[in-house]
Structures are given as structure tokens and as C-alpha cells.
């Protein structure tokens, strides 16, 4: 029900930031929760921010709190990544992905992925 497509990653140095951008299509958009997961190298996919549609809330891997901020602009259906202090390990694909649901809790309503953009972070 709704079409993603993720832009703004690249190559950047330890300590820099990104801003990620998620285009969105569809009838979904508006109405349920946006998230970013990622995959690195070898490793599954993980979870790593979520937020609602009236982006009043807002749910972040424990480990990324503080580094990453997700926002999102109903308007333009878009939602953003802003990666600060950014770290070697946060070298991945990353992936916006759609809930089926209102909820930033429940991980597993998210079911609509993009294609992903990479993100490397050099040391």
C-alpha cells in the first residue's frame, strides 16, 4: 500500500553526520508509523528508530539514542534520518520501512521496505 524510496546516504568520516531522506507514496502514509532499520555486512537486519504519524512519539534502538533523530513532514510524506557522531559501526544499508499500524512499539507491523541506501562511515 505504500512505495519507498531512500536517498542521502554516502561515505562519511567518524564523527560526521547524515541526514536520510524517505520518499513515500501511497495511500498509508499519512494515517501509520514510519520507521529506519538497517543491515550491515553479515548481520541482520536491525531496528533503529520509529514515529507515529502525528510525530508526537517517537521510539529509538537503545544504542542509538541521543546519536539519531527521526522526524517526519506529512506534507511532503517524507521522513528523515539525522545521523550525528557518527561511528564505523554504524556502517550498513538502511532501509525505511512502513507500519500497518499506528504503533512505533510494535516492530513487526513493519512490512513495507524501500530499497535501502548506503551509509559508510570510515575511520
Known amino acids: 500500500q505504500v512505495q519507498l524510496v531512500e536517498s542521502g546516504g554516502g561515505l562519511v568520516q567518524a564523527g560526521g553526520s547524515l541526514r536520510l531522506s524517505c520518499a513515500a507514496s501511497g495511500r498509508t502514509f499519512s494515517n501509520y508509523a514510519m520507521g529506519w532499520f538497517r543491515q550491515a555486512p553479515g548481520k541482520e537486519r536491525e531496528f533503529v528508530a520509529a514515529i507515529n504519524w502525528s510525530a508526537d512519539s517517537t521510539n529509538y534502538a537503545s544504542s542509538l539514542k541521543g546519536r539519531f533523530t527521526i522526524s517526519r513532514d506529512n506534507a511532503k510524506n517524507t521522513v528523515y534520518l539525522q545521523m550525528n557522531s557518527l561511528k564505523p559501526e554504524d556502517t550498513a544499508v538502511y532501509y525505511c520501512?512502513?507500519?500497518?499500524?499506528?504503533?512505533?512499539?510494535?516492530?513487526?507491523?513493519?512490512?513495507?521496505w524501500g530499497q535501502g541506501t548506503q551509509v559508510t562511515v570510515s575511520s
Open positions: 520501512a512502513a507500519s500497518g499500524s499506528s504503533s512505533i512499539w510494535i516492530i513487526s507491523n513493519f512490512r513495507s
